[in-house]
């Protein structure tokens, strides 16, 4: 079974938008990390966010985190043709383990 | 630097065959983990690998099997192929024995088809 699950399952944007994905989780966490995944390839990863943060920024990344709410959200600034990917949140619940949802597909039109 | 490297990359093989999969860590990484993704789902969990030892595995059979070496690199086997285990196979690494809150890095993936 999946932790995390992404919110939308896809999105199509003009470049220049902005993009931004949610991911629910069930059970407590210690951290929450985000990987974009381009077409058959493997994961690279973005921001990691520890459950006693509530925002972090990277270039035009930012991630929040409401444990409260068990929820993340990555928002993408100003993207780009490149940022088209599959983007997939990951908890970590101290168990040696990142469980995974099914991903938010962001497709960025020209 | 290097980061997580695997092989082979693409590889197809015949219900009933077994394969052997292979990945190296990411320079000062300890700890191996493996992950099945099959098409349009999320990374699944099979198992991890500190000092050698399988110290934790997912919901996965036991024709899913692996090895850690001393020099850390790691090795998933499967036996007796299905087609549902088309997928593509993902190596993870971290440091400090897969301590909670690293970063955890993504190889690029072994892509194995069964037919």
């Known amino acids: 079974s999946q932790q995390g699950e992404e919110d939308p399952q896809a999105l199509s944007i003009q470049e220049g938008e902005n993009a931004t994905m949610n991911c629910s989780y069930k059970?407590?966490?210690?951290?929450l990390q985000w990987y974009r995944q381009n077409s058959g390839r493997g994961l690279v990863h973005l921001i990691l966010?520890?459950?006693?943060?509530r925002e972090k920024h990277s270039g035009r990344l930012r991630v929040t985190l409401d444990t409260s709410k068990k929820s993340s959200s990555l928002l993408i600034t100003a993207s780009r043709a490149a940022d088209t990917a599959s983007y997939f949140c990951?908890?970590?619940?101290?168990?040696?383990?990142?469980?995974f949802g099914a991903g938010t597909t962001v497709t960025v039109r020209a | 630097d290097a980061g997580v490297t695997q092989s082979p990359t693409h590889l197809i093989k015949t219900r009933g065959q077994q394969v052997t999969l292979r990945c190296s860590p990411k320079?000062?990484?300890?700890?191996v983990s493996w992950y099945q993704q099959a098409l349009g789902q999320g990374p699944q969990f099979i198992f991890q690998?500190?000092?050698?030892?399988?110290?934790q595995r997912g919901n996965f059979p036991d024709r899913f099997s692996g090895h850690q070496f001393p020099n850390y690199s790691s090795e998933l086997n499967v036996n007796a192929l299905l087609l549902g285990d088309s997928a593509l196979y993902l190596c993870?690494?971290?440091?400090?024995?897969?301590?909670?809150?690293?970063?955890?890095?993504f190889g690029e993936g072994s892509w194995l088809t069964v037919v």
């Open positions: 993870a690494s971290s440091a400090l024995a897969g301590m909670s809150g690293n970063t955890i890095y």
């Open positions: 059970t407590s966490i210690n951290n």
């Open positions: 966010i520890r459950s006693n943060e």
């Open positions: 990951a908890t970590d619940a101290n168990d040696y383990k990142l469980s």
């Open positions: 320079s000062g990484h300890d700890t």
């Open positions: 690998y500190y000092e050698e030892e399988e110290r």
